[in-house]
Structure formats: C-alpha cells, structure tokens
C-alpha cells in the first residue's frame, strides 16, 4: 500500500476543516439562521469561525465568511490574510468574494454550490477574475452533499413552518 500524496492529505484537511465549518452552520440553524459557517485556517491553525448571523444582528453584511474575516483580521493583526484559507459551508456571494479578494486569501475551500448567488462559479467568477489585482485558487465541492442538504432541511423546515400558521383556505 503506498503513502498517501499531498493533494490526497490536503483532502482529508480540507474535509476535516469543513466539518468545523459545518458545526459553525450547525450553530446558524439552532439560531434561527440560515445554516452557513466558515473558518479560517493560517499555518494549520484556525484562527477565526464563524456562522451566518444576519437576523441576529440585524445586519445584511453579518454572513459568515464576513465575520469570520473580520476574527482573522484581528488575530492576525492585519486586513492581508496571504497566508490563510478559508473553509465555507456555501460557494460565497458577491460582497463576500469581495471581501476575500480584498483580504488577499489566496485559498477559498467551500461545500454547497449557491446557483441563485454564488460568485465563485456559479453565477460569477470573481475570485479568479483575471481583471482583478489578486486571484484565488478554489476548491469547490468538498463535503457538498452534507453542507447542501443542511440548507435544503432548513428551508424545508421554514416551509413547513409557514404553511402551518396561515388558515386553511391560504393553504
């Protein structure tokens, strides 16, 4: 039997930090939430997690990859996050590939495609937008089906929620 390789040990990382980041969304849901979390990785350490917690704060911006930026930022004492990866439960929005391109995180490891806002892939491609001063290496697709059924129970759940308090003729 031979040794496993490096892209192979860097898988079994990858699907060990997304299931730290999978707790973090665990935490979403309890809270009401919408069951995304993240974490951040410097020299193999995390160093910030965090889950959605825009209904809790009250603020649009309050998602977990910004949060979990924000954490890294401080830990590292620094806006330049060169050296980190971050571990996301879903393909990033818009404002949050912003936020990663202008925080320099050169690795973005995320689980669950998000075909009506991912701007990874999905819809956009910013992080690897070559008209962009700082470009990403992505690795999509890690422990999707967990990270994508977590969101789909979870919006099931709502559903059911809702049908049940309207009257019977709003059914």
Not at 28 to 49: H, L, R, T
Not at 83 to 96: A, K, R
Not at 137 to 163: N, Y
Request: charge should be negative; glycine fraction near 4%.
């Amino acid at each position: 039997m031979t040794a496993p390789n490096s892209e192979q040990l860097q898988r079994v990382e990858d699907e060990r930090l997304m299931g730290l980041a999978l707790a973090e969304a665990a935490v979403a849901a309890a809270a009401d939430e919408v069951p995304v979390g993240a974490v951040i990785v410097y020299n193999g350490k995390v160093i910030a997690s965090a889950h959605n917690q825009r209904e809790q704060l009250s603020d649009p911006t309050a998602h977990a990859e910004m949060i979990a930026i924000t954490q890294a930022a401080s830990a590292q004492n620094s806006w330049r996050l060169e050296d980190c990866t971050l571990v996301v439960t879903l393909e990033p929005c818009p404002m949050c590939a912003g936020a990663i391109v202008q925080a320099r995180i050169p690795r973005v490891v995320y689980g669950a495609e998000d075909p009506k806002a991912g701007a990874v892939r999905s819809l956009y491609n910013i992080l690897e937008d070559s008209r962009l001063n700082h470009r990403v290496e992505v690795v999509p697709g890690i422990l999707a089906e967990k990270c994508g059924r977590l969101l789909t129970d979870f919006f099931q759940q709502k559903r059911l929620s809702a049908k049940s308090i309207l009257p019977n003729h709003e059914r």
